[in-house]
């Protein structure tokens, strides 16, 4: 059964970091594009970071400078460092993937198929 299940998520300050952690189950992450999303009360799903099998990235505007998403192929895992996290970057933090191979860029929620439970996030003034 395939399965992304994500860690990592908790509550920080302002200015503090996290690492969130996206562990896929029954699928190889290397063949196909990954991606976190986030998403807030009353919000729309967001598109933050999004890594292709070249394993070139692409961020959101807001995240530009302060996040890192990594993958390592070997560990089946999906990783995204955020440094200087901002109040409102809180919100649930999604892993999502395609289930197909990828090398372009995109923040569209539709293009991906497989999701995670999410993690919370939680950054205060």
């Known amino acids: 059964q395939v399965q992304l299940v994500e860690s990592g998520g908790g509550s920080v300050q302002a200015g503090g970091s996290l690492r969130l952690s996206c562990a896929a189950f029954g699928y190889a992450i290397m063949w196909y594009r990954m991606g976190w999303f986030r998403q807030d009360a009353g919000k729309e799903r967001e598109g933050v970071a999004v890594?292709?099998?070249?394993?070139?990235?692409g961020y959101v505007d807001s995240v530009k400078g302060r996040f890192i998403i990594s993958k390592d192929n070997a560990k089946n895992t999906l990783y995204l460092q955020m440094n200087s996290l901002k109040p409102e970057d809180t919100a649930m933090y999604y892993c999502?993937?395609?289930?197909?191979?990828?090398?372009?860029?995109?923040?569209?929620?539709?293009?991906?198929?497989?999701w995670g439970q999410g993690t919370q996030v939680a950054v205060s003034s």
């Open positions: 890594i292709a099998i070249d394993g070139s990235t």
């Open positions: 999502a993937a395609t289930t197909y191979a990828s090398d372009r860029i995109s923040f569209y929620p539709n293009e991906y198929k497989l």
